[in-house]
């Protein structure tokens, strides 16, 4: 959720840092800070805010040096302000660390530690690493060993990057369920728990695993496991382009990410369904028919807007394979004892590949042997890397907080493997298939259209700026769909907003309709029409405002609601992805007119990797 960056070579390492740092400021953002070894101790620079006010201090300060480590930070223990800022050191400076994650039993390493004399400045679990660490060190062991006698004691997740003021050669980076990578570069070398902070420098990347420690020099880079036996790993060379980080003349990441949409939904369609073909190539994912008998359970599990393209993929699959599936949120499942064992498959989606709890039910899946699919954006991610058979849906960095892209590459790789699945059980004909594909080849230049014409969602959010509460409903897919434009309307717009299946709103929530209560009616499932039509009717006599979503053509709605955004005909299937374009961009454009921070939402980090 926070993120680090670390710099070792010839260059002076504070811009350096700064820049990771900038790109990293979308992980986590209620403070920044540096430290620098100047070659004789550390220096060290924290600033409460966004990342211009750690600025601002090294431009009145400035630290030279070519080895630090910098953070950004999204607060778990202790609120936002300069002493909790990372990094965290040592009383005398001797060991400095930036820290992603969350030490479990920090509490009593600090109690212990204070009865030695001990002075604690900060309210933070990371602070207590540096001095385990100085602890260690100062009895005599040297710096490495230092850390893995402090890696024995503590407990929790954590990416850690490491200075020591008597070792102005080595920087030393520790992985244990967050995500850290180690960048190579030509006399000198990185750092980073994501791969944007680095990507202007070097390509190439180790990923480390669980419970390995880099020793980091200018020239040189070892890496150890527990036991301290040096672990040979391969180069990952990153593929996507560096523009693909930045805003390309946008003014927000949410929106140029929005605009990617066509782009990356042909890609995966294209990648899976040659234009040759009539079957889906899942090449290295073990869905064969062979496989399939052995499954008699399918879960989906995922968390946020992962879990709404989860729900959409159970939908589907209960739908054209007429296979029973069960949907949860992780942070649920983990904790439910769920039914798992070598004939059940769990299939997880997460755009980040890191989040906590999505890996965690994974992790619990495998121990008890049931079969794990992963669809994932990041590469090399854990989730990834733990699971048996992965469907990278290769949407390039989502930046923006909020998912957007992720989420119709989610849906369109889930759309893929429950056509795959039906073709394989024998419930798809090939001919059933060839008209889906036609309606997936032809699905990225109907999301085109839609964005051309997001003058309507600009209008209509400024129509409806000052609502307070909104209401998004719909049934079926479309119900589906309102769960994600309800929580993007949330998150970026801090708008209380619900989503409710259309036909339970009787059942208490329209006691809540009043005069001018926003409800977004989605109701681009054809069959389901007039009874959505029915709910919306009961809202209206009630004083709402409604704004329809709906298929074009469809003048069902003249008279009954005030204002509809039409989107392009579809297979059923295939309309939730278009159905969702119009709330991401009503969400967009509210947030824009009421001045909220789009991309970086209050309270909000991109990759959740606490419980
Ligand atoms: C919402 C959002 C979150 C994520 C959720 C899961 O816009 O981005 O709800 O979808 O935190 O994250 P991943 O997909 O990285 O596992």
Not at 457 to 466: C, H, I, N, P, W
Not at 534 to 563: C, P, Q, T
Request: net charge negative; hydrophobic share 40%.
């Amino acid at each position: 959720m926070c993120g680090i960056v670390g710099y070792i070579g010839r260059q002076q390492a504070p811009p350096i840092l700064m820049e990771g740092l900038s790109k990293l400021e979308y992980r986590g953002y209620d403070s920044a800070g540096i430290a620098v070894h100047d070659g004789h101790k550390i220096n060290m620079l924290k600033a409460e805010g966004k990342l211009k006010n750690l600025a601002a201090k090294l431009s009145e300060n400035p630290v030279e040096g070519c080895v630090g480590i910098g953070h950004t930070r999204w607060a778990t223990h202790g609120a936002p302000s300069d002493v909790n800022s990372h990094p965290h050191t040592s009383e005398d400076m001797t060991i400095a660390v930036v820290h992603n994650g969350i030490i479990e039993n920090y509490l009593s390493i600090k109690e212990e530690l204070s009865a030695k004399g001990y002075r604690f400045v900060s309210e933070t679990d990371t602070e207590t690493v540096a001095h385990l660490i100085d602890f260690y060190y100062k009895a005599g062991n040297d710096f490495f060993d230092s850390v893995f006698m402090a890696l024995d004691r503590i407990e929790g997740a954590y990416a850690l990057g490491i200075l020591c003021k008597d070792y102005p050669d080595t920087l030393i980076a520790v992985r244990k369920n967050c995500p850290l990578v180690v960048g190579i570069g030509e006399g000198e070398n990185f750092i980073a728990s994501d791969i944007p902070a680095i990507l202007h420098h070097t390509r190439d990347v180790y990923f480390l695993d669980d419970n390995e420690i880099a020793v980091i020099k200018t020239d040189d880079i070892k890496i150890f496991d527990r036991e301290k036996n040096t672990v040979e790993r391969e180069v990952f060379n990153v593929k996507w382009d560096i523009d693909a980080a930045e805003k390309g003349g946008y003014e927000h990441f949410m929106i140029k990410e929005i605009n990617e949409q066509p782009k990356i939904v042909q890609d995966v369609v294209s990648r899976r369904i040659p234009e040759s073909s009539d079957t889906i190539d899942l090449e290295g994912i073990n869905l064969r028919k062979e496989d399939l008998e052995k499954i008699n359970r399918i879960y989906v599990v995922a968390c946020g807007t992962a879990y709404h393209a989860g729900l959409i993929g159970k939908h589907l699959i209960e739908k054209v394979a007429r296979i029973p599936v069960v949907a949860d949120v992780a942070s649920e499942f983990r904790y439910k004892d769920p039914i798992l064992d070598e004939h059940t498959l769990l299939i997880v989606v997460s755009q980040s590949g890191e989040t906590a709890d999505t890996l965690e039910a994974l992790r619990i899946a495998k121990r008890n042997n049931a079969r794990v699919l992963a669809v994932v954006n990041a590469v090399g991610s854990s989730i990834a890397r733990e699971a048996d058979d992965v469907f990278y849906i290769l949407a390039g960095p989502e930046i923006s907080v909020a998912s957007t892209k992720a989420f119709s590459a989610q849906v369109v790789a889930l759309e893929l493997i429950a056509f795959h699945i039906a073709m394989e059980v024998g419930k798809m004909t090939k001919e059933e298939f060839a008209e889906i594909k036609e309606e997936l080849y032809a699905l990225p230049a109907k999301i085109s259209t839609i964005l051309q014409k997001d003058k309507i969602e600009k209008l209509l959010a400024e129509k409806y700026l000052q609502s307070k509460n909104v209401f998004f409903i719909g049934r079926g897919l479309d119900y589906l769909i309102s769960m994600e434009g309800s929580l993007k309307l949330k998150e970026i717009a801090y708008l209380h907003s619900e989503a409710y299946a259309a036909g339970e709103l009787k059942h208490g929530p329209i006691a809540m309709i009043e005069d001018s209560t926003l409800v977004i009616a989605l109701a681009t499932q054809e069959e389901l029409f007039e009874k959505t039509l029915s709910n919306i009717k009961e809202v209206k006599a009630r004083g709402a405002k409604v704004i329809a979503i709906a298929l074009e053509g469809n003048d069902g709605f003249k008279g009954e609601v005030d204002d509809v955004i039409y989107i392009p005909r579809a297979n059923k299937m295939i309309t939730p992805i278009l159905a969702n374009i119009p709330a991401q961009l009503f969400a967009y454009y509210v947030a824009y007119g009421l001045g909220t921070d789009i991309d970086q939402p209050r309270n909000l980090a991109k990759s959740v990797t606490v419980e």
